[in-house]
């Protein structure tokens, strides 16, 4: 499987980039982690700031990337068409401002894919009908490739060829559809450099956790002799919840280049495997997610907002609803259907874009703006569940006045079984300013937030079992999607949007929406 064009761009610079829908489904496409100011038009995700482009249509995305540089990428966002529908963005420095960590010899963008044997949009329908957990994939890839331990695909390797003695930078992307990664190359040791195309205090790890959505550069610093020898670079999933999940490993090889006068022998290179955690090692995903810190430079500071102008709490989870009229289903019982929610509502998607209506002032029929700041009804989170799991449902959005600085606690929940839920906000960058298991404490826990150097991010995994809490101002007038980037949790209803009003400058206004934006 082909992954899709790579789009190498610098900072500043200005992007239009034209789509064209070739095919059956109708499409949008989502530039995601671009903070996209003042121009959510472009931001891509269907029927939240566009309809879809269908079939025979076409439509320009036109945006300018602002103070940002690193690794992001592109991919469907509709249904599940990103299973095969995705590219990496490679955002260069500005011309003569050099990276903070030595240069590189070479660059190498690694995206880690899903592939399944059959119509994704096919295995979501059917679940959907069913109210059972979806199929789960067959393989994972690294650029489009499930290599050597999968049964028929030993000829489609990734192979990472290099020298010995040199620095490689690494671009990282997680392009799974429903999947937290680990991954690691046999004996090496990687530094990180970089998140969410943000720079951190650099650090050193064997093994990196990587969430659907998220993106990381890392250096590698090859051996500085010809090892006479061949490594696995491997993947495979960090699994907490209760569903079944796709167990298998994805490898690559790393492979030096053999200097031209050496002799060795002709054997077959020994080949070296790495040992990842095991499945469910929330202990490493702990430690390896606090060792994240920004740069905060003088160069590249963290802003963090020191006062909140607004506090949120919003529960993220499983639950259900009631089977159709007699029949049986095959969610948690046979009389419940698998959903999912924030403050106990599964967003219902419109049949028209949010954004659409929100800026013509039409948007009584489409949404009303009363989402829950806070749970209507609080229990232990974490311990024992109710026994009620149903949920609400309703297209519900949160209101920001221009500028608000937001504090947001998203408490994981332990309904149909505690799991890491890797939560995406579109438009921002915010900051990670703490984290914890059990319930999140309002009298002990704000004590201990780092508000000098938090990673500063756009998708952050919520604890299984535990709470995290980001901040971030509302800089950027439009309508903003914030889910979970496993897709089967926002098939189920775990999403909702931000509105942010226009400020009252010139450029503090959404730009008004272009001619060919489509139509539903």
Known sequence: MAVGPRIVAREGDRLLIKVVNHVQNNISIHWHGIRQLRSGWA?????????????????????????QRG?????AHISWLRSTVYGPIIILPKR????PFVKPHKEV??????????DTEAIISQALQTGGGPNVSDAYTINGLPGPLYNCSANDTFKLKVKPGKTYLLRLINAALNDELFFSIANHTLTVVDVDAVYVKPFETVTLLIAPGQTSNVLLKTK?????AKFFMTARPYATGQGTFDNSTVAGILEYEKPPHLIVSTGKLPLFKPTLPALNDTSFVTNFTNKLRSLASAQFPANVPQKVDKQFF????LGTIPCQSNRTCQGPTNRTMFQASINNISFVMPATALLQSHYSGQSNSVYSPNFPIYPKNPFNYTGTPPN??????????????FNTSVELIMQDTSILGAESHPLHLHGFNFYVVGQGFGNFDQNKDPAKFNLIDPVERNTVGVPSGGWVAIRFLADNPGVWFMHCHL??????GLKMAWIVLDGKLPNQKLIPPPADLPKC
């Not at 003569?96 to 990276?99: F, L, N, R, V």
């Not at 500085?224 to 006479?228: A, D, L, Q, T, V």
């Not at 449902?393 to 006045?401: A, C, D, F, M, Y």
């Not at 897709?487 to 189920?492: K, L």
Request: contains cysteine; negative net charge; glycine residues 8%.
């Open 96 to 99: 003569s401002i050099p990276y």
């Open 314 to 317: 919003f529960t993220v989870g």
């Open 388 to 401: 009620n799991t149903m949920v609400s449902n309703g297209t519900k959005l949160v209101v920001l006045s």
């Open 487 to 492: 897709e089967v949790h926002t098939s189920w």
């Open 43 to 67: 931001d891509g995700p269907a029927y939240i700031t566009q309809c879809p482009i269908q079939t025979g249509q076409s439509y320009v995305y036109n945006f300018t990337i602002v103070g």
């Open 71 to 75: 690794t992001l990428w592109w991919h």
């Open 224 to 228: 500085s002799h010809y090892p006479n």
């Open 109 to 118: 963008p690694i995206i880690f894919g899903e592939w399944f044997n059959t």
